[in-house]
């Protein structure tokens, strides 16, 4: 019954093989004998099939990868579930990242040794589960069959450091959950409000590198890590970046994401290097973020894609490589790649007296504010791990504050389509050389509600002086603004918690305490035109 309901949610076609057969914690042995612990789903009685390995840090009992397993094997599918080190039983320490190279690769030769394994393999998941996919199937030989790979990415650093800024809320955020998970009742899957109340307060705890103590009570070593390792040139991430092997990687992928994901620009690029390298893939981008919406879409992706490249049915191929949603249009459109080739990259001027205009500006005097560090720069919204904080917001108490420059365009006299990368250019100088650029678009309605849409931040070179000329990665976008509906674009020095605050003195932000202020001076001139480049669909 329980199985039928979620077959009904996920909008899957009728189960082939409704009765499956589980088989729990096999011990599979790695090189250094430590033993990880994994279940078995597949159809009753059935001979030796290809294996779905999915590999996760949350715990296989957790419901999402009982589901995913029933779901899988009720389709003809042979499914392993698999602990990572370190994690609910498995041995080991957890060492988040790096270890997953290694005891991947050991898990898939000890499974294609099985007499239950026909020795095709393949993998799914979503988040760090779609890493321990990236994290082996370059490597592979034989290769992967197929890959299904869900809010995730072949590289994670840049977006624990977006331009170069920690980004606080998501990192203790889920520090907070791989800290306490295995205390938590269903594996932290659980609204707790007490705990996510002081998860934020701690937010605002210095210095970083201890806010996991201030969290949750205790040390959690990949807070320590990441706060530990931020700085431009340090290399400690270096061996899990797998972004210049995934595009010698032959196996096809699948790939769901959201507008609203953290992960959505490093994933953008690994779907657009293998299309270039001529690798088969395909995306979906929804109105998700990293939240249960975009999981129903990655298990039917998974049903899809795995029933085309393990079990023979190319119906579920045809289709086109690029289906990404375009919000407030209410319509899903399909492209050959990404960025579409329709749409037309558009500078939007910042103009003088807070406007914005198609036209680039004549001389004029620079704008300025004061970022304070003490009193840092709130954010609301935006591509977060807290589904209760994420996605859009009203913007409006952020754009009264005297440390947010605000430029808003006149009216727009039709419907004005975006779909593609976003970035802006900044011309600005700083008292201190040490600073943070943050720009943010937002959709203004009839009523004067200001929405955030895509947003990015920049760290200026550390001692920077004169007027340094900031190039800043917004989050790709897909997005109808309305006729009659103004554009607005915020400047402002930070948008704290969502990123640590910059001190203002140099420091390394594990480790600052002290603040200083930092005076802003933002130019729009002829010399300096400042602007956000804007995907037009159809051009301008």
Not at 43 to 49: D, F
Not at 527 to 530: D, E, L, Q, R, V
């Given at each position: 019954m329980l199985s039928r309901l979620f077959d009904r949610y996920l909008g899957l076609p009728e189960p082939t093989t409704p009765d499956v057969e589980v088989t729990r914690d096999l011990r599979v042995p790695m090189p250094d004998g430590v033993v990880l612990l994994a279940d078995r789903y597949r159809?009753?009685?059935?001979?030796?099939?290809p294996v779905v390995l999915i590999r996760t840090p949350y715990g296989k009992h957790r419901l999402d990868s009982k589901v995913t397993g029933r779901v899988l094997a009720s389709r003809g599918l042979q499914v392993v579930v698999q602990d990572a080190r370190g994690t609910f039983g498995s041995g080991g320490r957890f060492s988040a990242f790096h270890q997953e190279k290694d005891d991947g690769l050991a898990t898939a030769a000890w499974l294609r040794e099985q007499p239950w394994c026909d020795g095709r393999l393949a993998m799914a998941g979503a988040s760090y589960l779609g890493y321990t996919q990236?994290?082996?199937?370059?490597?592979?030989d034989p290769p992967l069959e197929a890959m299904c790979l869900g809010v995730t990415a072949s590289e994670f650093t840049t977006t624990f450091y977006p331009g170069g800024v920690f980004?606080?809320?998501?990192?203790?955020?889920?520090?907070?959950?791989?800290?306490?998970?295995?205390?938590?009742?269903?594996?932290?899957?659980?609204?707790?409000?007490?705990?996510?109340?002081?998860?934020?307060?701690?937010?605002?705890?210095?210095?970083i590198d201890t806010s996991d103590v201030a969290a949750i009570g205790k040390e959690v070593p990949f807070l320590r890590e990441v706060a530990a390792h931020a700085e431009p040139g340090d290399a400690f991430w270096a061996d899990t970046d797998n972004s210049a092997a995934a595009v010698?990687?032959?196996?096809?992928?699948s790939m769901v994401t959201g507008w609203w994901d953290l992960f959505l620009p490093a994933q953008l690029r690994d779907f657009a290097a293998l299309r270039e390298a001529g690798r088969r893939s395909r995306i979906t981008i929804g109105p998700w973020g990293h939240d249960l919406g975009a999981l129903r879409a990655q298990v039917s992706d998974q049903v899809s894609w795995l029933s085309a490249h393990l079990l023979g049915d190319s119906?579920?191929?045809?289709?086109s490589p690029v289906r990404l949603y375009l919000q407030r249009a209410d319509r899903w459109l399909d492209f050959d790649r990404w960025p579409p080739p329709q749409s037309t990259p558009t500078p939007l001027y910042l103009l003088p007296h807070r406007g914005l205009g198609w036209d680039a500006p004549g001389e004029s005097d620079p704008d300025t504010f004061t970022y304070d560090p003490a009193h840092p720069t709130r954010s609301v919204g935006g591509p977060l791990l807290s589904m209760q904080e994420a996605k859009q917001r009203d913007n409006r108490d952020i754009e009264s504050r005297p440390d947010v420059l605000v430029y808003t365009s006149a009216p727009l006299p039709r419907d004005l389509d975006l779909i593609g990368p976003v970035s802006a250019t900044v011309y600005v100088r700083t008292d201190t050389g040490y600073a943070d650029v943050f720009v943010r678009l937002c959709d203004v309605d009839a009523d004067g509600v200001s929405r955030n849409v895509t947003d990015g931040i920049l760290r200026l070179p550390a001692g920077s002086e004169g007027v340094v000329q900031a190039e800043i990665e917004l989050h790709p976008t897909g997005y109808r603004f309305l006729?009659?509906?103004?554009?607005?674009?915020?400047v402002a020095g930070g948008a704290f918690p969502r990123y640590a605050r910059n001190h203002g003195t140099g420091e390394p932000v594990g480790r600052a305490v002290r603040t200083r202020t930092t005076q802003f001076e933002i130019f729009h001139g002829a010399?300096?035109?400042?602007s956000v480049m804007l995907p037009i669909l159809g051009g301008p």
């Open positions: 159809p009753r009685g059935s001979e030796a099939l990236w994290a082996i199937g370059p490597h592979l980004a606080l809320h998501n990192m203790l955020t889920w520090t907070a959950l791989i800290g306490t998970q295995e205390e938590a009742p269903l594996g932290g899957m659980l609204p707790n409000p007490r705990k996510e109340r002081r998860v934020r307060r701690a937010m605002a705890h210095v210095p010698k990687m032959t196996t096809p992928t119906a579920q191929l045809h289709r006729r009659g509906h103004r554009l607005r674009v915020q010399g300096h035109p400042s």
